[in-house]
């Protein structure tokens, strides 16, 4: 069974930080076969589809949307099978539930974590 989970939203004031975390679990992301996998952050804002954030590869290499580049990073840990995104300069726009998957082995989607940015 293949989870992730995500954690670290909540409500911060525009201009605030959050860290969010992805575990990832299971068949596929197990042991060593998570570091081959590209890993991604994805969010959906209320009333819209959901969208790409930031991806990173195996190697490490990443992209970002035009409307967070700048202001968030994507990083990984393999040894812990996790993929986190630093937010920083967070804007009401911002406020979305974000959600990780891999871009090449796409799973069933987590719960997501919630990311509310408002004064």
């Known amino acids: 069974q293949v989870q992730l989970v995500e954690s670290g939203g909540g409500l911060v004031q525009p201009g605030g930080s959050l860290r969010l975390s992805c575990a990832a679990s299971g068949s596929i992301f197990s042991g060593t076969t998570f570091r081959m996998y590209a890993m991604a952050w994805y969010r959906q804002a209320p009333g819209k589809q959901r969208e790409l954030v930031a991806d990173i590869t195996s190697a490490g290499s990443t992209t970002y949307a035009n409307s967070v580049k700048g202001r968030f990073t994507i990083s990984r840990d393999n040894a812990k099978n996790t993929v986190y995104l630093q937010m920083n300069s967070l804007k009401p726009e911002d406020t979305a539930v974000y959600y990780c998957?891999?871009?090449?082995?796409?799973?069933?989607w987590g719960q997501g974590t919630q990311v509310t940015v408002s004064s």
């Open positions: 998957n891999s871009p090449t082995r796409a799973v069933d």
